[in-house]
Nanobody, 120 residues
Framework: QVQLVESGGGLVQAGGSLRLSCAASGSISGIYRMGWYRQAPGKQRELVASITSGGRTTYADSVKGRFTISRDNSKNTVYLQMNSLKPEDTAVYYC??????????????WGQGTQVTVSS
């Protein structure tokens, strides 16, 4: 089992910045990728950014150049630095962990979500 706890959401004006944190605990040795997803009202959950255990990053086109995902292995924490925020970034942001445990791949570990609201 892996537990994910997010923090750092809130209300910010357009053009502002926020940093989200996701602290992982439990069977973290099996994790090979962590990511941030978001879900706006009436829309499907979408990938925002991900980072592998080797440090390779992936970003949605809509956030490239504005968001940065990083990790601190000493703290078992992944961050999402969000700059130049837009009202369309408003959503609940979820942390996700994917990995392999007991020889089986699994990508269904989720945090509880943190609300990000960007006002115009």
């Amino acid at each position: 089992q892996v537990q994910l706890v997010e923090s750092g959401g809130g209300l910010v004006q357009a053009g502002g910045s926020l940093r989200l944190s996701c602290a992982a605990s439990g069977s973290i040795s099996g994790i090979y990728r962590m990511g941030w997803y978001r879900q706006a009202p009436g829309k499907q959950r979408e990938l925002v950014a991900s980072i592998t255990s080797g440090g390779r990053t992936t970003y949605a086109d809509s956030v490239k150049g504005r968001f940065t995902i990083s990790r601190d292995n000493s703290k078992n924490t992944v961050y999402l630095q969000m700059n130049s925020l837009k009202p369309e970034d408003t959503a609940v942001y979820y942390c996700n962990a994917a990995g392999s445990w007991s020889g089986r791949a699994f990508d269904g570990y989720w945090g509880q979500g943190t609300q990000v609201t960007v006002s115009s």
